[in-house]
T-cell receptor, first 116, second 113 residues
Framework: AQKVTQAQTEISVVEKEDVTLDCVYETRDTTYYLFWYKQPPSGELVFLIR??????QNEISGRYSWNFQKSTSSFNFTITASQVVDSAVYFCALSGLHTGGFKTIFGAGTRLFVKA | KAGVTQTPRYLIKTRGQQVTLSCSPISGHRSVSWYQQTPGQGLQFLFEYFSETQRNKGNFPGRFSGRQFSNSRSEMNVSTLELGDSALYLCASSVGQGAPGYTFGSGTRLTVV
C-alpha cells in the first residue's frame, strides 16, 4: 500500500526565516515519482517539483530546495528566506506504477503562514 | 499556451440532482485525471483517462463517472448528489499516461444543498 505522511499540519514563520516541510512516504513499488505542489488561496495546485525513485540527487531552485533520501523514505522541502507570498498549503504526493498505470496519492498537506 | 481549463468554477446543486463538470487539458496533453478535495478527506484520486479510455479508478461509488473525448477534453458526472459530494473537484492533465508532470486546473467548487 502507498502512503504519504505530512506530519506538520500548520507552520507559522516570520518573513526571512528558513522553513522545512517534511514528507515521509511508504511504497512497495521500485518505480515511483514524488512531487511537491503548492496550493495558494485561489485553489489551483501549482506543480513545484518531480523526482523519480532512481534519482536521489537533491535539487535547488531559487529559494526552494528538496532533499530526497530513499534510506529514510523522505522527501523534504525547504524554503530559504521565506516571503509572505509563500503562504499556502503545500502537498507532497507519491505516484507508483501499478497495473494499468500510475496512481497518485497526496499527503494531507502542510499549511504555511509567513508573517511580515 | 493555455492552461488546464475547468468549467464551471462554482456550482450549487440540490441533493438528488446530477452534475457534469468539464475539463479541457493543455493542448497536446492526452491524459486527464480527476481529484476530489474536501477538508476531511483531503485530495483523493477519482479516475484517469488516456486516449478516451479509463486507465485507473479510485475508491469512489459508481455515482461518479467520467469520459474523455477524442480531443482529450474530459467530463465527470456525479449522479444522485449527496451532501458529502460538496468539494473542490480538480482536473489535471499530462502529456502521457500516468503521473509525471501534472498540471492542474483551478477546479470546480461544487456545493450540494
Amino acid at each position: 500500500a502507498q502512503k504519504v505522511t505530512q506530519a506538520q499540519t500548520e507552520i507559522s514563520v516570520v518573513e526571512k526565516e528558513d522553513v522545512t516541510l517534511d514528507c515521509v512516504y511508504e511504497t512497495r513499488d521500485t518505480t515511483y515519482y514524488l512531487f511537491w505542489y503548492k496550493q495558494p488561496p485561489s485553489g489551483e495546485l501549482v506543480f513545484l517539483i518531480r523526482r523519480n525513485s532512481f534519482d536521489e540527487q537533491n535539487e535547488i531552485s531559487g529559494r526552494y530546495s528538496w532533499n530526497f533520501q530513499k534510506s529514510t523514505s523522505s522527501f523534504n522541502f525547504t524554503i530559504t528566506a521565506s516571503q509572505v507570498v509563500d503562504s499556502a498549503v503545500y502537498f507532497c504526493a507519491l505516484s507508483g506504477l501499478h497495473t494499468g498505470g500510475f496512481k497518485t496519492i497526496f499527503g494531507a498537506g502542510t499549511r504555511l503562514f509567513v508573517k511580515a | 499556451k493555455a492552461g488546464v481549463t475547468q468549467t464551471p468554477r462554482y456550482l450549487i446543486k440540490t441533493r438528488g440532482q446530477q452534475v457534469t463538470l468539464s475539463c479541457s487539458p493543455i493542448s497536446g496533453h492526452r491524459s486527464v485525471s480527476w481529484y476530489q478535495q474536501t477538508p476531511g478527506q483531503g485530495l483523493q484520486f477519482l479516475f484517469e483517462y488516456f486516449s478516451e479510455t479509463q486507465r485507473n479508478k479510485g475508491n469512489f461509488p459508481g455515482r461518479f463517472s467520467g469520459r474523455q473525448f477524442s480531443n482529450s477534453r474530459s467530463e465527470m458526472n456525479v449522479s444522485t448528489l449527496e451532501l458529502g459530494d460538496s468539494a473542490l473537484y480538480l482536473c489535471a492533465s499530462s502529456v502521457g499516461q500516468g503521473a509525471p508532470g501534472y498540471t492542474f486546473g483551478s477546479g470546480t467548487r461544487l456545493t450540494v444543498v
